[in-house]
């Protein structure tokens, strides 16, 4: 049995009736119309794979049809069916989108070929989509966390140019902003939002290339081409051929080099080091920094024409600083994400903990956030709260000591004198020298503090 389902369109019963039957033996799944809007509607409720279509039938014609249902399902094939003497029709019909071509009258051979020729052809198609699929969700789970969290005016907007800048999958994007803001998160986004996303996203370090290895590390090499050159290599473009290269700190590529990657965006060829020819790539630059590539220009560091070719779609990262609603969200996020799994309750932040963060100007950004939310996620697992109210190491202009408690009994020198000696003789097992040791005291000192209070050494032995 065959699982495609074919739409018969002739105006001649005779035709339908013969084309229906020989296909439905076949285990085809036969609808048939002899009307254009008959068809259409139902294509607008039926799974249609392959359309067979006379170029003349009445209300219009069949290569208005062919537009109409190219139109209203991105799926459907084509084979048109026509008589002698109409190839300036046929010929429209294939820039229209038709796959397939029968002269009438033809044979069932004939139609078995076409009908052969198209069905595997669908079914390449359906592999196609499934392989994209799946390369697009492996390309997530390589991606790791890439949730864009934040609800303040400034995410809204961020979340609109990476819209922008998805649906024109080929445009060059440069990414300002500070250290730390996540301009690698917005570039995968990016990615993940257009047509690429089934291809690779290759991130490159710019700042981490040696200077001499550049030209290989961004264009290849052939074998041979330098002394350690053993083998062949086909460097970044290559590499990310279909996809995206993302190139953070890109004010660090040597200015020498600069010429020849701008000859490689305009013109989709690189040229490996030792090679005498040219390869073409399709390749989407990313790029990021945290300077002022402007200002680069103007101090002769980098070349006008790269910068305004990859500015094309500029996007700014905002500081944390900037959306200070947003802290909480993300202090609450990050955190989840490190007690997940690691204990039965999860731990919140306290309200004083959360009024720290968000009067705290995050000078690492996000990643700094992070780096907290880690330090708060390990303190609490380890001594078991369920509430963080303090994270060790964390100093900010609003004080993150735990909060003082501010009761008449807390504050009384006489009630925090008492307390403090009791600790002592706990922690000395009553042991009266050893606990004079303790508060700085000598041991007469000590005696005399232990009848005001009347107090007993022997009672913590």
Not at 13 to 34: H, M, N, P
Not at 65 to 71: A, D, T, V, W
Not at 255 to 264: I, M, S, V
């Amino acid at each position: 049995m065959n699982d495609l389902s074919v739409l018969v369109i002739d105006d001649e019963k005779r035709i339908i009736d013969e084309l229906s039957e020989y296909l439905e033996s076949g285990g085809y799944t036969v609808y048939s119309a002899d009307r254009p809007s008959v068809a259409l509607e139902t294509a607008s409720c039926r799974h249609i794979d392959v359309a067979l279509v006379d170029i003349k039938l009445p209300e219009y014609s069949g290569l208005e049809l062919i537009k109409r249902l190219k139109n209203a399902l991105s799926g459907i094939e084509i084979i048109v069916m026509s008589g002698h003497g109409d190839m300036d029709s046929v010929i429209e019909a294939f820039r229209l989108g038709a796959f397939d071509y029968l002269k009438k009258p033809f044979s069932v051979f004939e139609l078995q070929a076409a009908i052969g020729r198209t069905r595997r052809f669908v079914e390449a198609q359906s592999g196609a989509r499934r392989y994209a699929h799946l390369c697009s969700q492996l390309n997530r789970e390589l991606a790791g966390d890439n949730t864009l969290i934040g609800t303040s005016s400034q995410m809204e907007r961020l979340r609109s140019d990476i819209m922008l800048a998805g649906t024109n999958s080929s445009s060059p994007v440069l990414i300002t902003g500070e250290s730390g803001t996540g301009k690698e998160l917005v570039a995968r986004q990016i990615h993940l939002s257009g047509s690429r996303s089934s291809h690779r996203f290759m991130a490159v370090n710019c700042a981490a290339i040696p200077r001499d290895m550049f030209e290989s590390e961004f264009f290849g090499h052939e074998k041979g081409a330098f002394t350690d050159a053993h083998g062949s290599r086909d460097g970044f473009f290559r590499s990310a051929d279909g996809g995206t290269l993302f190139l953070d700190e890109v004010a660090e590529i040597p200015f020498e080099l600069q010429a020849k990657l701008l000859r490689t965006i305009e013109n989709g060829q690189v040229r490996p080091v030792g090679a005498d020819r040219e390869h073409p790539v399709d390749v989407r630059i990313i790029c990021a920094t945290n300077r002022d590539l402007a200002t680069c220009v103007t101090e002769g560091s980098f070349r006008a024409d790269l910068y305004w070719r990859l500015a094309v779609l500029p996007i700014t990262v905002v500081p944390l600083r900037e959306r200070r609603s947003d802290i909480p969200l993300l202090a609450a996020y990050f955190l989840s994400r490190f007690l997940e799994g690691k204990q039965r309750s999860p731990a919140v932040l306290s309200d004083h903990v959360l009024s720290a963060l968000s009067a705290y100007d995050f000078p690492g950004n996000i990643r700094e956030l992070r780096n907290l939310m880690e330090r708060a996620a390990i303190h609490s697992r380890s001594d078991g709260t369920s509430i963080i109210d303090y994270i060790p190491g964390f100093v900010s202009s609003f004080s993150m000591s735990p909060p003082v408690e501010c009761s008449a009994e807390s504050l009384n020198l006489e009630h925090i004198e008492k307390n403090t000696i009791v600790k002592a003789l706990m922690c000395s097992r009553g042991v009266r020298s050893r606990a004079a040791s303790l508060l700085g005291l000598t041991r007469q000192a000590l005696d005399r503090r232990l009848e005001r209070f009347s107090l007993n050494s022997e009672d913590f032995r």
